[in-house]
């Protein structure tokens, strides 16, 4: 499990990207952080991973607290960042350098990763392109199998069809004993992917709850009109009316969309945690 207690975190001490954030995340779920660009998605990824600091509060992953980057807690953790720099070694070169790091990597499974993502193995890893370096990164963390997998903007780079892949190949990775976390801006990437949100925003978590919860409270819908309809929690024109984020007061599926989700969140941050009874 990592466990962020009470956590405070800033580059400048006058003014913190995040205060008194506390979150837990259990293993056996793949988890979407989301959040604006600025809102501390990353900082707080490198506090996990023990690159950067709290200022104030404790994180502990799996027992380890991360500052103190113990072989232990780095053998079974492994950080796609968003920018990545890659050695000017080829593939073979690459496996033969980190892989004993991680206990239990797979080989075998790496280099269907690669296939799957159509990755030539003899080139230079400096003279691929953007998108085939982030391919190559994300496949070898997948393939560590560490408990703790944490990827920062993982989709930058990938076009569409390799989106879809990115999603097919992570859901298939997850495990009961594993925890994935996925930080985006680009929220629609993880659509039928993620089961849990975060949403972070004004230096605290506005909302965290599983994919069934959010459903449970609220419906995603179409109406004609929002006049006079005080279900409404968030609406934008459309084709057919307006589409709409509302009380789910008749207990009604609806598939969550995250998109709306987030702007119905970032637009009505109080009446949204009014209905999921956050302080």
């Given amino acids: 499990m ?136 994300i496949g070898f963390g997948l393939a560590t199998n560490t408990k703790y997998l944490i990827m920062d903007e993982p989709t930058n780079g990938l076009d569409i069809p390799c989106k879809a892949q990115f999603r097919k190949l992570v859901s298939a990775a997850l495990d009961a004993h594993r925890v994935i976390l996925i930080s985006t801006h680009q929220v629609r990437d993880l659509d039928n992917l993620i089961d849990s949100i975060i949403i972070l925003e004004d230096s605290k978590i506005l909302l965290h709850h599983s994919l069934d919860t959010i459903s449970e409270k609220l419906r995603f819908a179409t109406l004609v009109t929002t006049e006079d309809d005080s279900r409404v929690v968030y609406s934008e024109p459309s084709l057919k009316g307006y589409t709409v984020v509302m009380e789910n007061w008749e207990q009604e599926d609806s598939r969550v969309d995250l998109e709306r989700l987030f702007n119905a969140v970032m637009n009505n941050p109080g009446r949204i945690r009014k209905i999921f009874h956050e302080p």
């Fill in 2 to 137: 990592i466990h962020v207690d009470s956590v405070s975190f800033g580059y400048n001490p006058k003014k913190l990207l995040f205060e008194n954030l506390s979150v837990k995340l259990h293993p056996g779920h793949i988890y979407g952080l989301l959040g604006k660009n600025g809102a501390g998605k990353s900082s707080l990824l490198r506090n996990m991973a023990g690159l950067l600091f709290p200022t104030a509060g404790k994180i502990e992953v799996n027992g380890y607290e991360p500052r103190k980057r113990q072989p232990a807690f780095l053998q079974d953790f492994f950080l796609i960042p968003e920018e990545i720099y890659l050695p000017a070694v080829t593939v073979e070169k690459y496996i033969a350098t980190l892989a004993p790091f991680y206990p239990k990597f797979n080989e075998a499974q790496f280099r269907g990763y690669l296939q799957e993502f159509e990755i030539p193995e003899g080139n230079m890893i400096t003279d691929l392109s953007y998108g085939q370096k982030k391919k190559i990164l």
